[in-house]
């Protein structure tokens, strides 16, 4: 390895696991190393893991501990990024935990955190989908419905750590709407993640709908897609749905940020160009002609790697 280039580290932190990865300065990530969280062992425990897997991470490539230009990590919660503390993760039990501050201490180097779909973004913008693209707007369609936007290779953080919380848009109209578990109600969330879909498909099947779902006894996301895919009437017209809602959600992000170009991520968006071409369906029937032209709906590449990518990236992307 060329001693002389600048590396970056970046940490993905998960409920059960970490994975840390190096990355060169253009976001090409060299080396991914993996060990469990521990959560058990709360805050102190899990950042020492941190700081082993990183300097394992470091040592086996061979590189030198000085070309390591910046260290980041993506952490599930809410964050205050400027001081670099995790105001509360609810999956890994965290509140008021200052990370930066710890990690910096353990491995006397600049550490930036921000949270998981953020740096999952940036991570797309730096050497995914979006590489090269200035104006991006990530979603990742997982659990819930995770965003980050990029303006001029700016990661918009906003005031208080809020920007980019695009599933939490109130697409949904009042008559149609259901409780979030953010605590509002009709947010994109709701109808367009794993479990928006899930919940649709099993009020279609309480209700006493014809469809091929009724058999199927843990129903997940995945079992709709396909049952759309097959043919399912009933399915088809719940995936049309959160198709239709994300459409609008992007439509809505057009004349506000006006991206060049929206990455779909996340286990839902493994259903490929049959939900892609449903969204940009609904994305072209709601947005102005000036905003839509020559903006297209891509799948994110890096798929489980966006995290340590996107994380190392902070120090880039700043
Ligand atoms: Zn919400």
Not at 130 to 133: F, M
Not at 166 to 172: A, D, K, M, N
């Given at each position: 390895m060329d001693k002389s280039q600048k590396l970056y580290v970046g940490i993905d932190l998960g409920g059960t696991s970490v994975k840390v990865g190096l990355c060169d300065r253009l976001g090409k990530l060299l080396a991914v190393y993996e060990g469990p969280t521990e959560a058990e062992k709360r805050a102190e425990g899990v950042l020492q893991n941190i700081e082993l897997y990183v300097r394992e991470l470091v040592g086996r490539e061979g590189c030198?501990?000085?070309?390591?230009?910046g260290i980041g990590a993506g952490i599930p919660g809410f964050l205050d990024m400027e001081t670099g503390v995790v105001k509360a993760s609810p999956n890994l039990g965290w509140k008021d935990v200052p990370v930066k501050a710890i990690l910096e201490e353990r491995l006397g180097k600049e550490v930036r955190i921000d949270n998981d779909a953020n740096v999952a973004a940036l991570g797309e913008v730096w050497s995914g989908a979006?590489?090269?693209?200035p104006n991006a707007v990530c979603y990742t369609l997982g659990t819930g419905v995770g965003g980050g936007i990029i303006i001029k290779n700016v990661l918009c953080q906003g005031y208080s750590g809020?920007?980019?919380?695009?599933?939490?848009?109130?697409?949904?109209p009042a008559e149609e709407a259901i409780t979030c578990g953010c605590g509002?109600?009709?947010?994109?969330e709701t109808v367009s993640s794993a479990t928006g879909i899930i919940y649709m498909a099993k009020e279609a099947v309480i209700r006493g709908e014809q469809t091929s779902l009724a058999h199927i006894r843990e129903l997940t996301a995945k079992d709709v897609l396909d049952a759309a895919k097959a043919g399912d009437q009933v399915a088809a017209r719940i995936v049309d749905r959160a198709a239709d809602y994300l459409g609008k959600s992007m439509a809505l992000l057009s004349v506000v940020v006006n991206p060049q170009r929206f990455v779909i991520g996340g286990g839902v968006a493994k259903a490929g160009s049959f939900l892609l071409d449903q969204i940009d369906h609904h994305f072209r029937k709601y947005a102005l002609e000036n905003a839509k032209t020559n903006v297209d709906i891509v799948p994110a590449i890096l798929g489980n790697n966006a995290g340590v990518v996107g994380a190392a990236g902070l120090h880039v992307f700043g």
């Open positions: 030198d501990w000085e070309q390591i230009a979006a590489a090269g693209i809020m920007g980019g919380e695009i599933g939490h848009l109130g697409v949904v509002q109600k009709g947010c994109l």
